[in-house]
RNA sequence: CGGGGCGUAGCUCAGCUUGGCUAGAGCGCAUGGUUCGGGACCAUGAGGUCGGAGGUUCAAGUCCUCUCGCCCCGACCA
């Protein structure tokens, strides 16, 4: 049989991107524009996503609430940036009831038009802010640290499977402080725990710093981000915090008395990621034979394949499986792994082929796979295999199975370790320093990637770059080099580079 | 939302130009058997309102109109 390949990197991005998504069974297209079903391997790794984050939110002193999915159109007309930025992508409630027809099928009940239309939200600032006005009175009310996951619903004309879709997965943080300092201190607080969950947890290395004035959020005084690099070098946006000032406090009259007796408006801070990581995940890492997960999300760590022929060999073969698959599971990785077990899977499906199930695991993203047939049996050894590092000859043949629990363990952290450093000068070999707007131009065409160069500061010149080239600066890194130069553009002073790229 | 491409079996597609009999292939699926260390093979079988609606015609998968959806490129965006 033709074995099913998926298309390469190099000869179609985007269609290699859709055939991981598809083969690894992650998601699929549904029969609604724009939505997408999230297929239990795909959820599982958001449920690996969520339980880490989750953790680091509640480490950080957070909370978990819910709000609705339904907010009144006059909210977001409240904050006026907040309705120029989403009115374009809101689906609206204006009816509450169908009815049904004679003779079949249904329709909108004219008689139950709403009074005043919902829409479903596309951030929940509004909802938020509009509650929290009841939550705070005294200062001593403050900080009101609190995160929800949510969907939220953002009618997207154009949508790539976990990248963009009209509904998605997502938390989203909203607190509220009594000072601007303690506010963004938060801001940058959980920045950097999006820097370390993508780091440690995705392998994914990112920039972090603000966006320039033009890409901050609607209603943001400015955004903070991360920022990460794709194997195609277009960057994606991975997650954003953003210092809300007191807008939404204007906006919803949140006030509060001071230690003074004086009444305040308090300050406000929001953040962010989606199922969009998920793309990111599979973006940075996987390659031509499929996806490639990093060990600390994995749904499943290890597998064992065994290998037989006849009866006698199976029997034998299957019991030494399953018990190096609980020696697996008694390694202690429970608290690098969040607390979540160590999960192996015996493949005893009698259908398929050892070859077959290579290729399916591969393709899944599997981290370490085990091969355990009766030549290993017979030296009491089996072979392992780790997913970032393909074909036969990566190997590890005659592995004791004494041993080889121990050593999964080994190679899962290496792993980890390699996909990150191998992320990170992929990165940093396409990443260029640029001087001049012409030298931008060709570069930023070929060979793409990330390019570093001198910007005035103005919003002008962004946005002109960002017509003139599709490049967009991406982030203001908070570690980049002071370093006096002039913008390539306008030929002003610049206090130091930004990033600039084209972007998912 | 603008430009281009495509909708025929679970998947990938042929058939449409030039309308004509019970609409095809490969893969997948089911059953039985042989296999099993990198996507096995044989046999038998199930599976299709040809995206949807309307129209032209003796006759429509094929021609016309409308519509829905998907993919690619742009504008917009997490």
């Not at 390949?5 to 724009?34: C, M």
């Not at 005043?116 to 005294?138: D, F």
């Not at 070859?355 to 290993?376: H, I, Q, S, T, Y």
Request: net charge neutral; hydrophobic share 40%; proline share 5%.
């Amino acid at each position: 049989m033709a074995a099913e390949k998926i298309t390469s990197r190099a000869k179609d991005y985007s269609q290699w991107y859709l055939d991981i998504v598809n083969r690894a069974g992650l998601a699929e297209n549904s029969d609604v524009r724009g939505c997408m079903v999230i297929k239990p391997h795909g959820y599982a790794i958001w449920e690996k996503i969520q339980r880490a984050l989750d953790r680091l939110f509640k480490d950080t002193g957070h909370v978990n609430a819910y709000f609705p999915l339904f907010i009144p159109k006059s909210f977001l007309a409240r904050e006026e940036q907040m309705a120029e930025g989403f009115a374009k992508e809101c689906a609206v409630i204006t009816h509450h009831r169908l009815k049904a027809i004679p003779g079949g099928g249904v329709e909108v009940d004219p008689e139950s038009k709403l009074e005043e239309p919902l829409i479903v939200r596309p951030t929940s600032e509004t909802i938020i802010w509009n509650t929290y006005r009841s939550w705070v009175q005294s200062w001593r009310d403050l900080p009101l640290l609190i995160n929800q996951w949510a969907n939220v619903v953002r009618w997207e004309m154009r949508t790539r499977l976990f990248l963009r879709t009209a509904e998605f997965l997502w938390q989203e943080g909203h607190t509220a402080h009594a000072t601007q300092q303690e506010a963004e201190e938060e801001a940058r607080r959980m920045v950097e725990v999006y820097r370390h969950f993508a780091e440690e947890w995705m392998a994914m290395p990112v920039l972090v710093g603000p966006k320039s004035e033009g890409q901050k959020f609607p209603g943001a005084v400015y955004t903070l981000c991360i920022e990460a690099m794709m194997q195609d070098k277009k960057a994606l946006q991975a997650g954003t915090s953003h210092f809300l000032g007191q807008n939404f406090a204007k906006a919803f009259d949140v006030t509060f008395q001071n230690p003074e007796g004086k009444r305040e408006y308090a300050w406000a801070t929001s953040w962010g990621v989606s199922t969009r990581l998920i793309g990111g995940l599979i973006m940075t890492h996987s390659d031509d034979q499929g996806l490639i997960v990093p060990p600390r999300l994995a749904p499943v760590h290890a597998v064992i394949v065994p290998i037989y022929k006849t009866e006698t060999e199976r029997a034998a073969v299957l019991e030494a499986a399953n018990k190096l698959a609980e020696s697996i599971r008694d390694l202690p990785l429970r608290e690098w792994l969040n607390y979540e077990p160590v999960t192996v899977r015996v493949d005893d499906r009698e259908q398929y082929q050892p070859g077959f199930k290579f290729n399916e695991w591969e393709l899944k993203g599997v981290p370490v796979r085990v091969e355990l047939g009766p030549k290993d049996l017979a030296k009491g050894a089996c072979v392992l295999a780790r997913r970032d590092l393909p074909g036969k000859e990566a190997k590890e043949a005659g592995v004791p199975l004494t041993k080889a629990a121990v050593r999964i363990g080994e190679m899962l952290h290496a792993m980890q370790t390699a996909l990150f450093e191998r992320a990170r000068k992929f990165r940093e070999e396409n990443t260029y320093e640029v001087n001049s707007y012409d030298e931008f131009k060709k570069k930023i065409e070929e060979p793409g990637g990330f390019l570093l160069a001198h910007w005035d500061g103005t919003r002008e010149t962004d946005e002109r770059i960002a017509a003139e080239t599709k490049a967009t600066i991406r982030c203001i890194p908070f570690d980049r080099q002071k370093e006096a130069g002039k913008c390539m553009v306008t030929g002003r002073p610049s206090e130091g580079r930004v990033v600039f790229a084209k972007a998912y």
